[in-house]
């Protein structure tokens, strides 16, 4: 299986411009997220979703949105980019039904906003 | 509110002697704790979690509730064991709350 993926794996993108980053997991896990990656801030959550159908807001959540049509993809969607959003953006996914809590991570998508 | 610190930026040593990585945090209730590790070119993975109580790859780590700290360590340190390291916060079982507060991450390096 191929457990998480992401694309693109890089990305430059021009300050003003919208871009959507694709998470994929073929766990059938219930949660999902998004962290932000940031070198002395370490891991910062922007979205979570708990189920398909629901998302929540993480720590840093302003000009970001996801969505959660299915258990599977939870895309990331920044509409009007900034260059404080260059970052390496990483997407996990948990299964919390029986409680366990360990999440699982792709291999991120870096991201330049110029 | 919950929040995780790890107040060494960077860490170096030497093959063989031993390492500690620090983790102290904040929340007020039974947090779970945990320890994520991302070598070279590699996902971000689960190292160990307070609950296991186990040693993984020689590492250990215990939660001391008293002193709300969560260290790792490691006695006699490879140089396999470089990596940058990430101690994490979850509120307890129970909560359905089990997203994720990271520290800002230690970077190991072993010299030979």
């Known amino acids: 299986t191929a457990g998480i993926t992401q694309a693109p794996t890089s990305q430059i993108l021009a300050a003003g411009r919208s871009m959507t980053l694709r998470c994929t997991q073929d766990m059938r896990h219930n949660a999902m997220y998004w962290y932000r990656q940031d070198l002395g801030l370490g891991l910062r959550l922007i979205h979570y979703s708990n189920t398909a159908g629901t998302t929540g807001k993480g720590e840093v959540p302003d000009g970001y949105s996801v969505s959660r049509a299915n258990t599977d993809d939870f895309p990331l969607t920044l509409a009007s980019a900034v260059p404080s959003q260059t970052s390496v953006y990483f997407c996990a996914s948990s299964d919390n039904s029986g409680g366990g809590n360990e999440q699982f991570f792709g291999p991120g998508t870096r991201l330049t906003v110029l | 509110a919950q929040r995780v610190t790890q107040p060494e930026k960077l860490l170096s040593v030497f093959k063989g002697a031993p390492v500690e990585l620090k983790c102290n945090y904040s929340?007020?209730?039974?947090?779970?704790l945990f320890w994520y590790v991302q070598y070279s070119r590699q996902r971000l993975q689960l190292l160990l979690r307070h609950i296991s109580r186990e040693s993984i790859k020689g590492f250990t780590a215990d939660l001391n509730k008293g002193e709300t700290s969560f260290h790792l360590k490691k006695p006699f340190a490879q140089e396999e064991d470089s990596a940058m390291y990430y101690c994490?916060?979850?509120?307890?079982?129970?909560?359905?709350?089990?997203?994720?507060?990271f520290g800002a991450g230690t970077t190991v390096t072993v010299r030979a």
């Open positions: 994490a916060l979850s509120r307890g079982a129970g909560e359905y709350d089990y997203k994720l507060s």
């Open positions: 929340y007020s209730g039974s947090p779970e």
